[in-house]
């Protein structure tokens, strides 16, 4: 290294830190789409609990088809411009157009469109999602490294869910109307700023591909059977599932059962959020040190116990609440980034034995798993609060049985779920020690194929940034 270690640092911080804001509009938009859009559909626009389910699980169906294709298209793409950075740059409008219609819908919007943009959106994200992924994977390589990274990736996108829980306080009246409209506006300004700045500052170039004697065909099999490849698909289907069942049904639960009001709600959320912030990158550093599938285990169990005290606080103290609510936010906002981060490290295991770059191609497998779970818990949830007799309209009276059904839903799918996902993780054995072996690996032939030159994805924290 020709130059001092600080000065690289300096500059891949820098890199780390522009690249982190493609996270501001994705936490905007989980937050804003579960706890404020779905209800906005049930109480404002008119629309039926099992309908808005079933508009949102059957587009969630199709969209995995997306995923798919669109990451065998990127793994393979090779230009001047990189791999990634032109399908950030491509579905970045789609994504916006998606936004618009989503946000800004008139009342009467039926069924048929909000299905047909919910597929706008839903491709747009599905681009926009996996090329940032894939090259955020390939930014850090490190195992340690990797969790900061991710952690730095998830408190960002932190930032953009308090933007929407602040709008939400800033907008008076017990319609969510103008909140959502006011949501809306500032995931489409943030999305263009955010994806040209990384796109215009952050280097990419692609590694050369060593001889391979495999088909593909048999490679993407491989894939399939893959004991990992399950266990991080179950992993995040599981703790995705579980905080997503609870942000479908939030603003229901703590109005109707705890007797708070939609802004009191909604301040609620905002120490929820605000502790992700301080605990993805923590958790980060947890991982680091004591590995990242044990951290993974420690963060599931201790959201599911915190989720368990919610209903020993009484009803409407939104003092007594904030306890409960940065504790679960502490920890739930770790689970993104660990299944991220040991996702990484799968994808260099595989480019290691396989010999091409299927990263786009292995996130896609998770946000699969991700997409099909954030369906679960609408069509789901929704149903089961239909079937008990809840009535999610402003100002309806619901009867004490379905008061009763609507905790019991609240807390039950959530904890079950998580767990699940905290149990993939017994038994991982793509280690620290194990990962050191395969990058060292990795680097050594990328080397060799690059001519004696190390590849941009061998790039770690303190390693000077190409340009």
């Known amino acids: 290294m020709s130059q001092s270690g600080a000065a690289p640092q300096r500059h891949f911080l820098a890199n780390m830190l522009i690249f982190s804001g493609t996270s501001l509009p994705i936490g905007a938009l989980g937050m804003s789409l579960a706890i404020y859009v779905q209800p906005h559909f049930a109480q404002d626009l008119g629309l039926g609990l099992v309908a808005i389910g079933a508009a949102f699980f059957s587009v969630r169906m199709i969209d995995i088809g997306f995923d798919l294709v669109l990451a065998l298209g990127m793994d393979r793409t090779r230009t001047r411009f990189g791999r990634y950075r032109v399908w950030l740059l491509l579905g970045a409008p789609i994504m916006m157009l998606g936004v618009y219609q989503l946000f800004m819908a008139p009342k009467g919007i039926g069924s048929g469109d909000l299905i047909l943009w919910l597929l706008v959106y ?3 994200n599905s681009i926009y999602t996996i090329a940032r992924y894939a090259w955020s994977a390939k930014l850090v390589t490190r195992y340690e490294h990797r969790s900061t990274f991710f952690g730095v990736l998830a408190a960002v996108g932190v930032i953009g869910a308090v933007a929407m829980l602040v709008t939400a306080q800033l907008t008076p009246g017990a319609s969510l109307d103008n909140a959502v409209h006011r949501m809306g506006w500032i995931v489409i300004v943030a999305i263009p700023i955010v994806v040209g700045l990384t796109a215009w500052l952050i280097p990419e170039t692609v590694a050369v591909d060593p001889p391979r004697a495999n088909s593909p065909l048999s490679d993407y099999l491989d894939l399939i059977k893959r004991p990992e490849l399950i ?31 939609n802004q009191q709600a909604s301040f609620l959320l905002i120490p929820y959020v605000v502790a992700g912030a301080l605990g993805a990158p923590l958790v980060g550093l947890l991982a680091a040190k004591f590995s990242k599938h044990r ?7 201790c959201y599911s116990l915190g989720l368990c005290t919610v209903l020993a606080v009484p009803k409407g103290d939104i003092w007594l609440s904030l306890p409960v609510m940065l504790w679960c936010g502490f920890w739930g906002n770790g689970f993104d980034l660990m299944t991220g981060s040991m996702m990484a490290d799968v994808g260099d295991q595989v480019r290691l034995e396989q010999g091409k770059e299927r990263m786009g191609l292995l996130y896609s497998i998770i946000s699969l798993a991700g997409k099909v779970a954030a369906a679960g818990a609408v069509i789901i949830a929704y149903p089961i609060l239909a079937a008990i007799g809840f009535i999610p309209k402003l100002g309806a009276h619901n009867s004490a049985s379905a008061i009763e059904g609507l905790q019991l839903c609240f ?36 080397a060799l194929l690059a001519g004696g030159r190390v590849a941009d994805d061998t790039l770690a924290i303190g390693d000077p940034v190409p340009t």
């Open 122 to 124: 839903s491709l747009g």
């Open 231 to 261: 266990r991080l698909f179950v992993m995040t289907f599981g703790t995705t599932l579980g905080p997503g069942w609870m942000s479908n049904l939030y603003i229901f639960f703590f109005t109707a059962a705890r007797g708070f009001t």
């Open 295 to 301: 951290t993974l285990v420690t963060a599931t169990i």
């Open 411 to 446: 807390l039950i799918g959530p904890i079950f779920f998580v767990a699940l996902g905290g149990a993939c993780c017994i038994g991982w054995k793509l280690d620290s020690k194990r990962h050191a072996t395969i990058r060292a690996e990795l680097e050594a032939r990328d």
